[in-house]
């Protein structure tokens, strides 16, 4: 044992800091010399930086430097974050597997794409031209099919805000305006697109911001016969898009027409660094899954008919890319005014025709609000419609006579019936769809009857005559409009499902997808190609075969869509429960951002399931907000309790008393619902996801109630609003959202400061949209008051093509001037095609709110009459008030 240690006792003149303890070593490590030493921190920084700078600039700024030298070999890194990661081939894959494929695995089971990918597509020329071949980098897929051999690659520059870029199986394109000399660069406006080789990417910078806003280099481009996958950089930090308000990263959405859904291929989403919007519109006619990745890179999967394209939308504003798309989309569609009306349908199976008769007649004694119905939704078949007389001819007599339209559903599937007429032309002409593992057409269930299926597309040039023939007897209704149904090839009977020798992809969900609609292989007949290859055509090109055989003044309903469409859009299979509300709200979002307008709900849901009252006067308030509103005959204000009837008469009355403005939105072609950061982008971070409470138009702010039993809601104002129907005024929340009762009646509405709408005077007697149109307006507004001593607020009304009304109110401390400006083209023939018909153009009063000195509204009578004017000009500003304001 060693001696202990001696410690030198401290006298009267040692300091205590002389004393050795043995615990205490005062000769610093080597590691604390290092860390201690100024000069040697610095360099360790610097070393470190000079590693990881580097490094994270080639994992993320790698797309700027790929394609500068002539012959670059491709090779990629596996060290890429996870966040870029994009599956290589099918899920599950062995390490051996993964590395056959040429890509990267990880200890978590994973198969991923290298950065760049090695599955791509490389020019055989030195240098890149418009349409050039492209050859692939690798034969074989991640899918254990063979690489297409060959593909083109053609870039049109359509004005300074679009780009297309087409990928085809071949090389004739019909390009007029791009030249075929080598390129790098092409330049459109703010837009330089920049396309690299030989591995061939392509992307496009927006100059001004300096910001690169959609790249192909992120992940592979890889073709087969039959499938095609492609991955696209949006550069956007949020996203929103294929019908809905907001994408969620790290999701799968499914683009399948089916009895729940609609292909609507665009994404959109906002740069937080440029402050701007931008999007991407692509071609979906077939099966098609887009993935967006945690990076929020977009993974387009889909059945490959030997074409795929795109459009690059630069924005920057969504106001903007509203005005792209409704260029790209040409969809505007402008119905006869009684569609703002309120829809009824009897849903029942075997009903029979007295008895909705009957039901009718109670809803008309009752005073039931409604300006249409169908009589029954399983009464009119194209295959075999039946003949007028008797109880429906009594029936359309009675809906005439009360001054009711009559709009007919009809089942757009064939009966196979010996007395149908429609099938057995059909089956001469080649029309039906054919079973895959049978001779003859394929035989589906709908509604619990056999049924065929046409093949609705345009090219069929036996399809004109046909549906001339078959529509024939639908048009002797004499109906006022249609309402398409099962035009999403619905069949309830049994089904197989493919494999992936099969089918190569299998989009998460596809089999319940699969469940509602035809068997994915039938065929068309003639070349014998699965339909599932363009499926997503059939339902809306149906839609356009009608529209060629009815009047543009008849109305046209339909649930299967796509973004070129020119009809009433409502969805199908909507089950009653708030869920399905929420999606509704979410829905109808989607669409309008992405150019859809005149569109509805089914009041309630309309999947024949129980209903509870509060639930529906909810959805009776959303609805209500929408250009169309169709509601079951079993769902119907008189259905419910006195209480309920009242709340349900009231919001469509209020329905009504807005339907000029919900109108205006529709003639201008304007966005109708618009996420909060459509007006607000300054608070874009808070309004991102806010998709609970929107805009219609640019004046009014809504927040649903959208749960149960809710008392109190959450709004966020983004400036000082003012409620619209008494004028109170709520305040601008910066921090958070302010706290607003709710009773069960109340749809919270409220206008925007500067702004102007005009309000139908609705009586508690009227009954129906177009009495409404007989009754005078009166304006309400909200003052902008950027100085206490000078206030404005304006508004438009546009009533028809060719004749808009703008109303300017200006308020200083002692008077009050009100004008209206006229613009049109033809003002007189405008006027007086109008004011010939159901309509008022009496204009009683103006109630301004927001003023500076007062709590009280300003109320003014105005007493004009849009149908007494007389003037030529084609811009002309009117006084109509020039009033002191009293001390």
Known sequence: MPPPLRQREPTEDTDINEVDFPEFDKRPAFIHVLLLNKTIRLFFVLGVAAIVIPAFAYLFFFSQE?????????????????????????????????????????????????????????????????????????????????????????????????????????????????????????????????????????????????????????????????FFEWTLHLGVDSMFGLGEAVLEPARKYLLFNS????????????????????????????????EIVRSRLIVVRSQFTGSFQLELLSGPSPADLHRQLKTINQNQYRPPFWAYGVHVCDHARNASVKTVREDIQRLINSGVMFDSHCINDDLFWLSDPPAIGGELEQTILLLKGSGKKFVVPVVMVLEPTGSSVAYKNATIGDLLLRSSSKLGSYRGVVRNRTVTYVDWRSERLELGGWMHDAWRYIANLNADGYSLKETALRDDGNKTYPTRDELTYLPDGLNSSLEEVVNWDVRYPGNREMIIKSQNRLGPEAVQAVQRVIREDQLLITGTYNMQTKAAIIA?????????????????????????????????????????????????????????????????????????????????????????????????????????????????????????????????????????????????????????????????TKDRPLS??????????????????????????????????????????????????????????????????????????????????????????AVELLCSGNFSGQINSLQLYGRPTSSEPLVRELQFDLCELTTTETATLFTLLDDKIPD
């Open 66 to 226: 790929i394609g500068h030298a002539p012959r670059q070999l491709l090779t990629g890194t596996c060290g890429h974050p996870t966040l870029y990661h994009i599956q290589c081939g099918f899920p599950n894959s062995t390490k051996e597997e993964c590395h056959n494929l040429g890509c990267c695995y990880t200890s978590l089971s994973t198969c991923y794409h290298s950065l760049p990918s090695e599955h791509q597509y490389q020019s055989v020329q030195s240098e890149w031209r418009n349409g050039t071949l492209l050859t692939p980098t690798r034969n074989q897929t991640p899918y254990h099919k063979p690489a297409s051999p060959k593909i083109f690659i053609h870039l049109r520059v359509l004005n300074q805000s679009r780009i297309q870029l087409t990928l085809d199986t071949t090389a004739n394109q019909p390009d007029t305006t791009s030249s075929d000399q080598p390129i790098s660069t092409v330049n459109a406006g703010d837009l330089q697109a920049k396309i690299y080789s030989p591995t061939f990417f392509v992307e496009v910078s927006n100059v001004t911001a300096g910001e690169i806003i959609f790249s192909t280099a992120r992940g592979p481009l890889v073709v087969t016969e039959n």
């Open 259 to 290: 009895q729940n859904a609609s292909a609507v291929p665009a994404v959109m989403g906002y740069n937080l660094q440029s402050q701007q919007y931008n999007g991407v519109v692509f071609t979906t006619p077939g099966l098609t899954e887009i």
């Open 572 to 732: 199908q299979n909507v089950s009653a429960s708030w869920i399905s509300l929420r999606n509704e709200v979410n829905r109808a979002i989607g669409l309008s951002v992405a150019g859809i307008s005149f569109i509805g709900t089914p009041i309630c849901g309309n999947a024949r399931d129980n209903v509870t009252e509060e639930l529906c006067i909810r959805w009776y308030q959303f609805g209500s907000l929408l250009p169309l509103f169709k509601v079951s005959s079993d769902r119907t204000a008189n259905r419910f309790s006195k209480f309920a009837e009242r709340i349900m008469h009231a919001t469509i009355r209020n329905r009504f008393a807005l339907i000029e403005y919900f109108n205006s939105l529709i003639v201008t072609d304007s966005a109708y619902l618009r996420p909060m950061f459509y007006h607000y982008e300054e608070a874009r971070n808070y309004t991102a996801e806010l998709w609970e409470q929107f805009m219609i138009g640019d004046s009014l702010l809504v927040v649903p109630v959208l749960l149960p039993q809710m008392t109190q809601i959450d709004i966020y104002f983004p400036e000082k609003f003012y409620e619209l129907w008494a004028g109170e005024e709520l305040p601008q």
């Open 740 to 829: 607003y009762t709710v009773v069960e009646s109340d749809l919270p509405i409220f206008i925007r400061p500067g702004r102007i709408v005009a309000l139908r005077e609705v009586l508690a007697e009227l009954i129906s949209v177009d009495e409404v149109r007989l009754q005078p307006m009166h304006l309400i507004g909200a003052l902008s008051c950027p100085r206490a001593t000078s206030c404005t607020s304006t508004g438009s009304l546009v009533f028809v093509e060719g004749f808009e009304v703008r109303f300017h109110a200006n308020l200083n401390e002692t008077s009050l001037l009100v004008e209206y400006e006229l613009n049109s083209s033809n003002n007189n023939s």
